[in-house]
């Protein structure tokens, strides 16, 4: 009899727990979180290069934008033009555009995490014989190593026509593979493209 | 089996008392057959002894209710109550768990009948696969296949479809989740089911219009089971991951008195970083942490049901197949090294996924009259997915997910029952709600569902014949908010439809063949309407279509199922013609800031899906036995003629199974040896014309794959395990050869090999 009554007890106190459960469970998730809409925190829209000439002391940029982000409506590329012969200096700006009255600044964290990214700056279609980019050599992460935002553009001649600058910012490259130090993008490199964008190049 | 057609006799003038049972009594524990166990039928004192495989047969009954008192040394002698309006064919199973007092099961007539039995895994061989996914459990079912993520998302495929046309149906509720990608595995704790079936047809009606695929049903052990304290304690641990999984469960009745009966239950699982035969996966490991319970109380009248179940995981995405655009997946095809990952680590870093999922459910059934009962269901579902990508922002210390939806489900369902003589009537009516929020990157909208749908599934048996016929009208509509409408004006749709199935049926000696046919439809799904963006691991731009139809299937399909001497043969051939099959079709090359992808669009063609399933299993000897199975499947884009991708292979295994003496304690101790081969997939898509393509030079394929589909593989297998007083022990060898392979049915089949050798150990025990 008596032994009947502690099981008994014994049941009651599972029961008991297993209400509570119940309880504390439904109650946990009515109040529950129901995300808010808010934007892609990891999406890129557009990409600016800043030209300053430093002998006239004139800026210009030019826009890669894709403010609805990837699929939708096409994005919008400007021609690069340029002078020759002159040294330009450039650097790169990366934005979340999406939401014209709140624009956000990504190059930031690009610069936070330099150790972990760089920009590529490749001459391609013969663009090479007339155009020259070199990383500034002070534009650096804590290893000393090139984050690619800094550099220098240095124009010999004129463009015939189909010349192009093709832009790459890879995550976690390897910073020392062969040429990455020179901003040569070889497959050593490796890592994930973040940015990849082919401007037209017209040198007068 | 000539002959068999050749007997078929007008049903109705069949005399009233030739029916026969026949069949095959188990262990409920570890399904080795009982030899020469005693089958009686008490009402009118026929009986027999089963033959040294547990095969059985007993001529010559009248139509009518009958209890069969089945007994075998070391078992507690059951009862089992039938009905018998035809002959039947069926299993038994036996416990041999001392505890268990003799208790009826009562067996619902039109339902556990032989023939009417969906094909289905039993708790016993469930046992033996415990610890790893929900869906990998099925893939030794025929027809069944997986199409998996990685190592740690899984899902279960059916005659070829999946996702968003297999329905789900876990513990009697439609699992509600977001599981119409790919990488978006059924958030289901494995230890909580009990026992797995594909139904499709008929049987599928009564729970959803939309099934083109087949239900999948896992449900739990009864509540009601047994009134003694019981429980159960399962542990699975692999060499490969170097982890497993632990998990509990008591059950039992609170008091005589008080017919009130509870069960809960609990797991954990732990694994690392995989190994393929060489190297580990980076960021592989995942976290599981489970638990359930359920309240049963009944009496003659009324039983009431509560269940509740949390699943909480956490999955590592493999590192290596988060890719920037297409140059990269370019760069890993053509065989650019991946960083060393020689080194294992149970970390779990970023890109990962965490879900949680929650039921609540509550069922209360009522008996109306010895004829007929009602039931009504409710059901809560909530759902929280949060993905974080490669390198997300973490703001202010909290890591936020880049990608977060929140899906609260309600649904609730009231079916009436009635057993009239050999008609067997269900009509019941469905209502859903469904509401969806999304944080972070916007790849689907936000948006609320409602269905209601009406059903009635109608079995008249007569003589060796049984027809099966029902019917279901649905309405779904569909309010689409942020991004594409507003909370004030919405884009809504509304499709209604009816489908429709029918099924007959004819018993044979020892077997029986059913021919069925269905039309089934669905609504377009959100995510085919609506999503948007690129996705990052399969290097496309996904884009729905918010013109999109509803889709229909015609289905016919034949089954065939035959026992003679100590053989057991399975065989069904189906097609399946899918009119504005809905899919991801390519369709143009797009420019982003990551550079140029391919882009897909929801689109609709006519697809023609058919194939043949085929099982045989035979008792060679006294202790040998040997199995045979095969799954085929074609599927084939009609409008285009063109295939589509991640259509399971052909697949073809074999296994031999040896029953040893018992030794000493160790007893029904069993070695069992498992050869699969996979084929190549040779009606896969062309591949994608990298080059030509991006240079402007080719137009882009109607439909292509970024690889060609793997080489076939062959598998080879090792099990060994006996019994313990109550344990179970068990040990497992998978890929022995530790063979380097690649699934077409993995999507990370660009970046990473399978899984090498892999050693588990189980140890259950019982009471």
Known sequence: ?204 | MLCAFACIKPSLGQSPCDLSISGRVMDSETGEPLSFAGVFIVENKLGVQADSAGFFRIKSICPGSYTLRITHIGCLPEKFEIRLDSSLNRDFFLSHDDHVLEEFVVVDEGKENYALAPIGIKPAELELVKGNQLADQTANLPGVNTLKTGTNISKPVFRGLHSNRLIILNNGIRQEGQYWGSEHAPEIDSYVVNEMSFVEGVDALEHASDALGGVLIASPPDIFKSDKLNGSFFSSFSSNGRGGSVSGSIAGRVSEKLPLYFRFQGSLKKLGWIKTSDSFLRNTGTEEVNYSYALGWKNDVFDVEVFYSRFNQEIGIYRYSHLGNLTDLLEVLSGREQPDTLGFSYEIERPFQDIDHELFKTRLGIKLDSESSLSFTYARQFNARREYDIHGRNRDEEIIPELYYVLTTHSGQAVWKSTKGNNNLRVGASALFRVNNFRGRGFMPNYRNQNIGFFAVNVNAFGLWKLKYGARFDRYSADVFEPVGSEDAPESFVFGNVAAAVAAQREIENGDWTLSLSTLWRPPAINEQFSQGLHHGVSAIEQGNPDLERERSWTASYTFRKVFNRNTFLGSAYVNYINGFIFPKPTDIELTIRGAFPRFDYSQNDALYWGLDLMYTSQLAEAFSANLKTSLVWASNLSNGTYFINIPAHRFSGSLRYQLEDAGVFKTPFVELNIEYTMRQYRAPVVFPYEAVLEGEAVLPESFDFAPAPDGYFLTGLRAGCRVKRFSISLQAENLFNTTYRNYMNRFRYYADEPGINLTARINYKF
Request: net charge negative.
């Open chain 1, 1 to 204: 009899m008596m032994k009947m009554n502690i099981s008994k007890t014994k049941y009651l106190w599972i029961l008991t727990l297993a209400l509570g459960i119940t309880l504390v469970s439904c109650e946990d998730d009515d109040t529950d979180e129901t995300p808010p809409t808010q934007n892609d925190p990891e999406l890129i829209t557009d990409l600016i290069l800043n030209f300053t000439d430093p002998d006239t002391g004139d800026s210009f940029e030019y826009r890669f934008s894709d403010s609805d982000g990837p699929g939708g409506d096409p994005p919008s590329i400007d021609d690069i033009i340029l002078s020759q012969p002159v040294g330009y200096q450039v650097s790169i700006t990366v934005q979340d555009a999406s939401d014209p009255d709140d624009i956000e600044d990504i190059t930031e964290e690009i610069e936070e995490e330099a150790n972990e990214h760089q920009f590529f700056l490749l001459v391609e279609n013969g663009a090479g014989d007339v155009l020259d980019i070199d990383y500034d050599p002070t534009d650096v992460d804590l290893n000393g190593d090139p984050v690619g935002l800094h550099s220098f553009w240095v124009t010999s001649g004129e463009t015939t026509g189909n010349e192009s600058v093709r832009i790459v910012l890879r995550h976690e490259p390897d910073k020392t593979a062969p040429g990455a130090a020179q901003g040569e993008l070889s497959e050593e490199v490796g890592g994930e493209t973040d940015i990849e964008v082919e401007f037209n190049l017209t040198i007068e």
